[in-house]
């Protein structure tokens, strides 16, 4: 199984500032790694697929990026909503393992 | 609209056998793969396996291999999750989602159901 990695697996922050969260792969993945956002005592929702393409409806403010094995989830200006946990998962082959989980809190 | 509805909550115990369902609508059910995700409590995500109901091909992640049964009924559009012997670690939130495309890789989960509990206790 590929292994996924996140970092850091907790983040505290304030409204308005930006924030980065990596995912590590185990073996390159090429570009086929995902994000979801999960609120407390909710399904997660699609973030980016791809590495880098915005599911639609998503704020411009999330944007990914990284080819290979290093990714990261990047979330500028951020509001009141995007406090949450964000999960990685890769699909380059079965099982499409998910990194940890990344706790962004309010500050 | 891509709507997923799952089973409501169940409560069990040790030994017991359960299934629980997500049934599709919105879209064409045969054509896009159908996952179960884990979520014990307080816990991350993890991707237990996945079914494409055209021809029922399904795939385990090894950490569920044997422990749960994929199925589907396309005449219902309807997917199932079960166990034949549960235990207290199966205790958890279970989640249906289905891909965006017929692939299996190169993929991502596109909707999800809004989760099954499922509480294994004594």
């Known amino acids: 199984d590929i292994q996924m990695t996140q970092s850091p697996s907790s983040l505290s922050a304030s409204v308005g500032d930006s924030v980065s969260i990596t995912c590590r792969a185990s073996q390159s993945i090429v570009t086929y790694l995902n994000w979801y956002q999960q609120k407390p005592g909710k399904a997660p929702e699609l973030l980016i697929y791809s590495a880098s393409a915005l599911q639609s409806g998503v704020p411009s403010r999330f944007t990914g990026g990284g080819s290979g094995t290093d990714f990261t989830l990047t979330i500028s200006s951020l509001q009141p909503a995007d406090f949450a946990t964000y999960y990685c998962q890769q699909s380059y082959s079965a099982p499409h393992t998910f990194g940890q989980g990344t706790n962004l809190e309010i500050k | 609209e891509v709507h997923l509805v799952q089973s409501g909550a169940e409560m069990k115990k040790p030994g017991e056998s359960l299934k629980i369902s997500c049934k599709g609508s919105g879209y064409i059910f045969a054509n896009y793969w159908i996952g179960w995700v884990r979520q014990m409590p307080g816990k991350g995500l993890e991707w237990m396996g996945i079914?494409?109901?055209?021809?029922?091909?399904?795939r385990y992640s090894p950490s569920f291999q044997g422990q749960v049964t994929i199925s589907v009924d396309k005449s219902i559009s309807t997917a199932y999750l079960q166990w034949g012997s549960l235990k207290a670690s199966d205790t958890a939130i279970y989640y249906c989602?289905?891909?965006?495309?017929?692939?299996?890789?190169?993929?991502?989960?596109?909707?999800w159901g809004q989760g099954t509990l499922v509480t294994v206790s004594s």
């Open positions: 079914i494409f109901p055209g021809d029922s091909d399904t």
């Open positions: 989602a289905i891909y965006s495309s017929n692939w299996l890789d190169k993929n991502w989960f596109k909707s």
